[in-house]
């Protein structure tokens, strides 16, 4: 992203379903441009900023959910023309829900992402519930974190890679504990062989991977890379009737993959956390309210009894915002960066 769009100097009239938020903070994310310029959504100018709590000043004459001074978190469409980062922004009633009065403006928006993306992963594209295994990849991320905390709340047990010693001392202070932290570090370490041992060669019945390995090591350029699983490791470790969720979209699967996991009677789904707006785009506001609502009000009451605890950064303030998202579109944030007003 080469320029970011911070201002919204002049706000339209409020319609009718509009409500006027005064932004107190505001989550930085990374920016997909390739997808927005596969649905044609590519300007020159990106708003930036889409996840954002703030306080209602106004409400349009047919919006029923809020009224001015009540406490709001959403995320903003991907279509939308306005930046999280102005300090008043118009948004349709449908993406936003209340925040708890427990939880402060940091929070709610600076987990609002990765609550929906941990939902769509473990709620939507595989059932998590008790007695099941979860392989959580790159757990001490911002995701990872969330992705732990629910799968755990669902009664599940849950395994964890990390990437640095760091990491791997965050997820092993993490209560309630995971069952295994494997460090794979100095990629020494066979995961597939780990968590084989830890589910007594019965293999998991989830993953959710951070990104695989799809060749072989001379062709992986970056040292992050390095630490990927390959893609056999995965379905080596995935259980009879077992779900590989990835965030690899140019996965490709070769016949004896494809084999192997016919064998399991396992599937492969792809976690992208845009498909409630690139549906809400297709077919109008119905599957929006319908399922994702509920989602974002969930998430905020997990916040709100402390079942998720984020993984934040101290708050940035407005004029670093340009720096961070800098960082952030870079993949160079390893904990959510978070604008506070």
Known sequence: VTSVNLSQENLPPTRDNDVKVQVRACALSWI???LLSEIKLEKELLPVGREISGVVLEVGRKVTFFQPDDEVVGILPLDSEQS??????????????????KVCWVEAAGTVRDGVRAYTALHYLSQVSPGKTVLVMDGASPFGTIAIQLAQHRGAKVISTAYSLEDKQYLERLRPPVARVIDVSNGKIDVAESCLEETGGLGVDIVLDAGV?????????????????????????????????????????????????????????????????????????????????PILEDIMEKLSSSIFRPQLDEPIPLYEAKVSMEIVQNNQARKRQVIQF
């Open 84 to 101: 999280g980062l102005c300090e008043v922004i118009l948004v349709h009633e449908h993406y936003l829900v209340r925040k708890p009065e």
């Open 213 to 293: 390995k799809l060749y072989s090591a001379e062709d992986e350029s970056t040292s992050k890379s390095q630490l990927l699983p390959h893609k056999h490791d995965i379905i080596t470790l995935l259980g009879v009737g077992g779900h590989w969720i990835t965030t690899e979209k140019n996965l490709q699967l070769d016949p004896p993959d494809s084999h192997t996991l016919f064998l399991k009677g396992a599937t492969v789904s792809f976690l992208n956390d845009e498909i409630w707006n690139l549906s809400n785009l297709q077919q109008g506001k119905y599957l929006y309210i319908l399922l994702m609502i």
């Open 32 to 34: 997909d441009t390739k």
